[in-house]
C-alpha cells in the first residue's frame, strides 16, 4: 500500500514538471518567435504547416498589386525583388526536401528573409506595407471597430 501511495506521488510530480517545463518553453517561444528555439517546439506536421504558411505568403507578395509601379521599379527596388523572388525559389526547394522539424524550420527563416527583401522593395517604390500594423482593432470609413467571432460568424463592435 505504501509503494502504490509513492508511487503515485512520484507519478504526479513528474506530471506536474512536464507540464510546467512545456508552458515555459511555449511563453519563451512566444517571447522572442525568431529565436533559434522558437520552432524547434513544434512537431514535424506543424512546422511543415508553418513553413507553408510563411511560403505562400512570400509567394503571394510577389505577385504586384500595381504591375505598372513594379515594372518602372528603380535599380534597389529591382535588387531587392530579385532577392526575394531567390528566396521564394530557394524555399520551395527546401520545403521539397525538409523531413524534419529542424528543416521547415529553414524553410521558414528563408521565407520570411523573402518577405523581408519585399518590404525592402515596397518601401523603394514608396508603396504601401502588405499588412498595416493594427493596434487595438480596425477601422473602417473613419470609425474605430474592435471583432470578435460569434456563432453565426464575425460581429464587430463599435469602439
Known sequence: MGFAIVLAAVLIAGAAGAVFAQRRSRARAAADPDGPGALADLSE???EAEANRWLLRLGGS???????T?????????RALTDASECHRAARVQLAKART???YAEVTRTARRGLGHVR????????APETPAVAGGNSLAGEAFSGGVGVNGPKPALI
Open 62 to 68: 510577389l505577385v504586384p498589386p500595381d504591375a505598372p
Open 45 to 47: 506536421l506543424d512546422a
Open 101 to 103: 522539424a529542424a528543416e
Open 120 to 127: 525592402t522593395a515596397r518601401e523603394a517604390l514608396g508603396v
Open 70 to 78: 513594379w515594372a518602372t521599379a528603380g535599380e534597389a527596388a529591382g
